[in-house]
């Protein structure tokens, strides 16, 4: 055979997946929810027994405390805001700076200011769009409004939209991952890999805009408010909670409860899903909460995505909590007709809220609807993008310098690491039920359809071959994400079992891919799954080690298996898995791991990734890298067939040798295998 070894070593997949079964993913789903749902009515009971201002404050305190702890704190500020001036425009009563300041050194935040042509100093808003396409450029009419209300406004582009396209290709003058949910993606898992959440970002441009109003002398620095819809309502909810210098703050088009929002759509977006909000027991009401008691509008729209029901459930219990400071008064909802962001008909209701707080006294203003004639005239760069024109830093590019201060040295991860990043918690113990659903004859072999009750609600299907003959006989878990059928027809799964091993493929939690819910296809199937997993303290990692873990206890306690010889082989992603579980799993001998990731580094310092979702971990290079699990495992023999890179590109010798040198030994094998090869296990 033509299997050579590169020298001695280890290994986010870009194996193709294959439609998902009919109940897989929403099977998943069901799990996930059950424990979310445990965790609100934790959260309920707390809310509940608030009954002072005291206690109010008490839970603002620990909640302000703990989201710091979740995104790991916001990035340190620089002095002043520099800021870049680009050119006026007139309006009807106003003008508009064209602007782009630095919310951290060499990141720029491209921006219009609306400037009354009256005499300041003026109060002044936020504004922060949504994900449409044209950012900050969709929002002149309500820059128009507030600026002919005597209200100067600042409206951004947010990170990954408009002018700050993070991966922007000049050739096909779009993002390469897809504007706004993709961009936030991307960024989302590199940064999620230091223990980072990208919201930090987002609340820290915020911040620094704050910054650059109240420098301005032509701004009441005690008067500054926040406006922002659907992903501009995420990031002006973030903004009211975490910055008290926010005294008004009008959110639309995202709030609403968890207890609504995860049976029907679920969680949205990267920066929407913080790991462990649910688990450590919040809610869409504390970021209303802890805002309180600044005067605060929830806007919603009847058929909207963030559902209707729950806006109004949040609703009445921050307005339970805003008795408790005597300002019941101070908390309003705005809602009116139409889908998400539909905010034409309640217009004037949003910013007669914004003005007559900012401006106390003054008369409900005038709306009407502005237009410019050109657009584009409001781009603040020359290109229509801050990469071609200003460069500067990327979030990819902050994540990396901030990861040289954080990153594990480079050493075998310990079992209390491993349990902690993937919140794996299956032990070596008692033998799940496996109901044997058909058996089916082969030439020297049957096979088992089988069906393994993983734990209560989670059932895993999978097959199992089994060889002629008495005796105990080695066993290998096989794990590939790819459908039943075509497991039982790859050749390595036969030439294993006619070979005299017992081999059992499953379908860990999740497999095969699901085939709906991808917002770009580099973040692959995988991305919201992953994120709904971590908002409840567990890991798609960790969920499918547990699934194997309890596979290998029913493989020990089967009569015709030799548990001193288990085998584990995973594929792609599920090398992933298959590392972890032997790292943990001492009865695991020998594994073997395919077209996989050869460390989680390559991801964070590539530019782009491929289906990272599926395998990242939260914090994960803190503590290890993949080769610190080979080096878990060693003497346990490894063995790492044709690793690839952060895109699922095969890596070459010298290139993977680099990568995963330091776990190389004579346990842990780096291999070349050809299409056909035998595995080697002998």
């Not at 002095?79 to 050119?87: D, I, K, M």
């Not at 820059?143 to 002018?163: F, H, K, W, Y």
């Not at 289906?611 to 939260?618: G, M, R």
Request: one cysteine or more.
């Amino acid at each position: 055979m033509r299997i050579r070894a590169f020298g001695l070593a280890a290994a986010v997949c870009a194996v193709p997946l294959v439609a998902q079964a009919p109940d897989a993913r929403q099977q998943l789903i069901a799990y996930l929810n059950r424990i979310a749902f445990a965790d609100l009515e934790k959260r309920a009971q707390a809310i509940a027994a608030i009954h002072t201002q005291a206690e109010a404050e008490q839970r603002k305190s620990a909640v302000h405390a703990k989201m710091l702890e979740l995104i790991d704190g916001l990035p340190e500020k620089h002095g002043a805001v520099p800021v870049h001036s680009f050119g006026t425009l007139t309006g009807d009563g106003f003008h508009v700076e064209k602007i782009a300041y630095e919310s951290l050194p060499g990141f720029y935040v491209t921006a219009d200011v609306y400037v009354p042509d009256s005499k300041g100093p003026f109060p002044a808003v936020l504004l922060t769009p949504g994900h449409e396409p044209t950012a900050k450029l969709g929002q002149y009419n309500w820059g128009a409004n507030l600026a002919r209300a005597g209200v100067l406004s600042l409206a951004i582009d947010p990170v990954g939209q408009g002018e700050r396209l993070q991966h922007f290709d000049p050739e096909l003058g779009e993002s390469k991952v897809g504007q706004g949910t993709g961009e936030h993606g991307m960024a989302a898992f590199s940064t999620l890999l230091i223990g980072d959440h990208v919201s930090r970002y987002f609340i820290n441009d915020g911040i620094r805009g704050i910054d650059y109003l109240t420098e301005r002398k032509d701004v009441d620095a005690a008067h500054i408010g926040a406006f922002g819809c659907s992903g501009g309502g995420t990031a002006t909810a973030y903004l009211a909670a975490m910055d008290r210098r926010v005294k008004v703050a009008a959110v639309a088009c995202y709030i609403t409860s968890m207890q609504e929002l995860l049976p029907k759509t679920g969680n949205q977006e990267a920066e929407q899903s913080i790991p462990h909000f649910l688990a450590d027991g919040f809610d869409f009401g504390d970021w209303v909460e802890m805002a309180a008691p600044i005067p605060y509008a929830i806007v919603s729209t009847e058929d909207d995505m963030f559902p209707f029901a729950g806006a109004r459930t949040t609703f009445e219990e921050a307005k339970r909590i805003y008795g408790l400071y005597n300002a019941s008064d101070r908390i309003e909802w705005i809602h009116g007709p139409g889908r998400h962001g539909n905010l034409g008909p309640i217009g004037d209701q949003i910013v007669g809220f914004l003005v007559r707080n900012l401006k106390p006294g003054a008369p409900q203003p005038a709306y009407g609807q502005f237009h410019t004639e050109h657009r584009e005239d409001l781009l603040v760069t020359k290109t229509g993008q801050v990469s071609n024109s200003l460069g500067g830093e990327t979030i990819i590019s902050l994540n990396r310098k901030r990861a040289q201060d954080l990153l594990s040295p480079k050493r075998a991860a310990t079992a209390a690491d491993i349990h902690a990043i993937t919140k794996c918690v299956a032990q070596p113990g008692p033998a799940p039920t496996v109901n044997v659903v058909k058996t089916d004859n082969r030439d020297g072999f049957r096979v088992e359809t089988i069906e393994m009750q993983s734990e209560p609600g989670v059932s895993v299907p999978g097959i199992v071959g089994v060889p002629e003959g008495a005796g105990a006989k080695p066993a290998l878990l096989y794990l590939e994400s790819i459908a039943i059928p075509a497991l039982v027809a790859r050749p390595d799964f036969a030439t294993l079992v006619k070979g005299g091993r017992i081999v059992a493929a499953i379908q860990p939690r999740g497999t095969p891919g699901p085939s709906t819910g991808v917002q770009s296809n580099l973040l692959g199937p995988f991305n919201l799954i992953s994120l709904r997993a971590m908002m409840v303290g567990k890991t798609l990692v960790g969920l499918r080690m547990d699934d194997a873990i309890r596979a290998i206890n029913w493989l020990v306690s089967r009569t015709d298996v030799d548990e001193s010889k288990i085998e584990i082989y995973g594929v792609g992603p599920l090398g992933v898995v298959a590392l972890h579980t032997a790292a943990l799993d001492a009865r695991v001998s020998r594994t073997v791991i395919e077209n996989t990731l050869a460390d989680y580094t390559l991801a964070l310092d590539a530019p782009l990734t491929r289906n990272l979702p599926e395998i990242a971990l939260d914090g994960v290079l803190r503590k290890y890298d993949l080769p610190g699990l080979m080096l878990a495992i060693a003497p346990r023999t490894v063995a790492v067939l044709n690793p690839v890179d952060a895109v699922g590109q095969p890596l070459r010798e010298e290139a993977a040798k680099k990568e995963v040198g330091y776990a190389l030994s004579a346990h842990v094998r780096l291999y070349e295998r050809a299409p056909g090869e035998p595995l080697p296990l002998n």
